[in-house]
C-alpha cells in the first residue's frame, strides 16, 4: 500500500523566505510526527499530532515554525523567515496511534537548502 | 539525549549474519526497544521492536537481555542492500512520548 508521501523532495529558497512543506501520512493512521535531521546529526523531534488533541510542540525551535494538520490527515510544516540553520532534512512519520508500541513509518523527507 | 550506546561502525561478509549490539542500561521497565535502519538519501525504515521477550520477524531477530540492559539486532543472512545506519531507541508510550530520539546510530557496510 502507499506509505507516507512528502512533497517537494527537495526545496532551495533563499534566507528570509517562507516555505512550506507538505506530508500524507499512510491512510488510517491517526498519529502524525515531524523531525527534522540535519547533516551527521541524529533525528530532532519538532511536533506530534494525534488525533484531533492539541498537537505538543515542544520541538519546535522557534516561533518561525509552525504546523497544522487539517481533518486529521494532511499536515503542513510552515518556517517562515528561513535562516541558513534551516537547511536540513524534514522527515514526517506517520504511525496507528500515538505511543512507542506502533511503529512509526517514515516518509522519504524534504530536503531544504537555504542560501 | 538518545537512551543508548551503540558501536559506531560495523562490518560484515555478505551472507553472513551481522549483529548488532545496543546498550540501553538506563532503560524504564515499559520502555520498548525499537529498531530503525536509514539507507541513504531516505527516510527511516522500522525493523522490529520489543519489551522483553526476544522478537522476530521476517527482516530481524531481536535478542533483549534478561535484565533489558542490552539488546542485539540480527539480521541472519545479510545482502549488500543492509548498508546502512541501524538505530536502536528506547521509548515508551503515550501521546508525545511516542516520539522518537535517534542518536548516531551504527553504520553497518556489508561487503562482498
Known amino acids: 500500500g502507499a506509505g507516507v508521501s512528502q512533497s517537494p523532495s527537495n526545496k532551495v529558497t533563499e534566507k528570509g523566505k517562507d516555505v512550506e512543506l507538505r506530508c500524507d501520512p499512510i491512510?488510517?493512521?491517526?498519529?502524525l510526527y515531524w523531525y527534522r535531521q540535519s547533516l551527521g546529526q541524529g533525528l530532532e523531534f519538532l511536533i506530534y499530532f494525534q488525533g484531533n488533541s492539541a498537537p505538543d510542540k515542544s520541538g519546535l525551535p522557534s516561533d518561525r515554525f509552525s504546523a497544522e494538520r487539517t481533518g486529521g490527515s494532511v499536515s503542513t510544516l510552515t518556517i517562515q523567515r528561513t535562516q541558513q540553520e534551516d537547511s536540513a532534512v524534514y522527515l514526517c512519520?506517520?504511525?496507528?496511534?500515538?505511543?512507542?508500541?506502533?511503529?512509526?513509518?517514515f516518509g522519504d523527507g524534504t530536503r531544504l537548502s537555504i542560501l | 539525549d538518545a537512551k543508548t550506546t551503540q558501536p559506531t561502525s560495523m562490518d560484515c561478509a555478505e551472507g553472513r549474519a551481522a549483529n548488532l549490539p545496543c546498550n540501553h542500561s538506563t532503560i524504564s521497565g515499559n520502555e520498548y526497544v525499537y529498531w530503525y535502519r536509514q539507507i541513504h538519501s531516505q527516510g527511516p525504515q522500522y525493523i522490529i521492536h520489543?519489551?522483553?521477550n526476544n522478537e522476530t520477524n521476517e527482516m530481524a531477530s531481536l535478542i533483549i537481555t534478561e535484565d533489558r540492559k542490552s539488546s542485539t539486532l540480527i539480521l541472519p543472512h545479510a545482502t549488500l542492500r543492509d548498508t546502512a545506519v541501524y538505530y536502536c531507541?528506547?521509548?515508551?508510550?503515550?501521546?508525545?512520548?511516542?516520539?522518537?530520539?535517534f542518536g548516531k546510530g551504527t553504520k553497518l557496510s556489508v561487503k562482498p
Open positions: 491512510s488510517g493512521h491517526t498519529a
Open positions: 531507541i528506547v521509548s515508551y508510550g503515550g501521546g508525545s512520548q511516542g516520539n522518537l530520539i
Open positions: 520489543g519489551l522483553k
Open positions: 512519520a506517520s504511525s496507528t496511534q500515538g505511543g512507542a508500541r506502533q511503529p512509526q513509518h
